[in-house]
């Protein structure tokens, strides 16, 4: 059990580029979610995928943020014209079925 | 809105002493509630859980109370150690909450510090 691995750690950009963040989730885990989080905030819920199909969106994702998952195992967050309101640590998690979830170290976002 | 509050920011307790931390939700669709701890650049890890079911879950020095009535939860930590000091937030899910299958919402975290 190698955890969930996400890359980059770190990512700096200036605003009105394009960033790809990735996430390799715990090998047996079919169910894969991305949150993101400010400082002083919680982890706010993004998208949820079970295998390849994406199940859920909330809100929060704008048209400027796409999610795949194409074979069910890693997944990629794509953010395109990054503003600086996208600054956030982007997490991700997976888990089982009815099991709780497994957090990555997530990718601190920085848009200048 | 805030389905789940954690209204202390910060707690500073001596070690030894008992921590305890607070939570509130106001969703009644969440069954099962979680602490998660969290280091600095690091992602939240997982503390300990309970189902709306039970009222005491006990994993060593953490105990979570639960209080469905007053939709209140509580985490005790005893005795505090310096390596708690962490942001520890509390999380619940439910099977109509919202955020996937199995997915959580999160309170805003108490940092908890722990002195010497």
């Known amino acids: ?112 | 809105d805030q389905q789940v509050k954690q209204n202390s920011p910060s707690l500073s307790v001596q070690e030894g002493r008992i921590s305890i931390l607070n939570c509130d939700y106001t969703n009644s669709m969440f069954d099962y509630f979680l602490w998660y701890k969290k280091y600095p650049a690091e992602g939240p890890t997982f503390l300990i859980s309970i189902s709306s079911i039970k009222d005491k879950n006990e994993d060593g020095r953490f105990t979570v109370f639960l209080n469905k009535s007053a939709k209140h939860l509580s985490l005790h930590i005893v005795p505090s150690q310096p390596g708690d000091s962490a942001v520890y937030f509390c999380a619940a899910s439910g099977v109509y909450s919202g955020g996937g299958a199995d997915g959580l919402t999160f309170g805003k975290g108490t940092h908890l510090i722990i002195q010497p």
């Open chain 1, 1 to 112: 059990d190698t955890g969930v691995s996400q890359n980059p750690r770190h990512k700096i950009t200036k605003r009105g580029q394009n960033v790809t963040f990735r996430c390799d989730p715990i090998s047996e885990h079919n169910r894969l979610y991305w949150y993101r989080q400010t400082l002083g905030q919680g982890p706010e819920f993004l998208t949820y995928f079970q295998n390849e199909a994406q199940l859920e969106k909330s809100r929060l994702l704008s048209d400027r943020f796409s999610a795949e998952r194409p074979k069910g195992s890693f997944s990629t967050l794509e953010i395109q014209r990054t503003e600086q309101g996208d600054s956030a640590m982007y997490l991700c998690a997976s888990s089982n079925r009815g099991e709780k979830l497994f957090f990555g170290s997530g990718t601190q976002l920085s848009v200048l």
